[in-house]
């Protein structure tokens, strides 16, 4: 399950990393497709994204994980960042 606030987020670094239309950011929910089918997130596009993401959510996504699975879908991506999320909450609890 994916946390609202992560989707709503994702959208808001999407339009903006993106420089995406109103219409189109609009429009973006958990099972619109992304690379492949947002014309602006192109290869050259993914590392601006990436960092943008990184920085939004205070994560650090490892260059393993970048796949074609996690960009297939804008709930795949928001997927794998509230996992992050998690992860990282209980590391921070765990070292605490």
């Known amino acids: 399950m994916i946390a609202h606030d992560t989707l709503s987020q994702l959208v808001s670094v999407l339009t903006e990393s993106l420089g995406l239309a109103p219409d189109v950011a609009a429009g973006l929910r958990a099972d619109s497709g992304l690379f492949g089918q947002l014309p602006e997130l192109d290869s050259m596009a993914v590392a ?49």
């Open 48 to 96: 601006t994204l990436l960092t943008a993401i990184e920085d939004h959510f205070g994560i650090l996504i490892d260059d393993e994980d970048v796949t074609a699975d996690l960009f297939e879908t804008v709930g795949a991506l928001a997927a794998h960042i509230d996992r992050l999320r998690t992860k990282q909450a209980r590391s921070h609890r765990a070292t605490a």
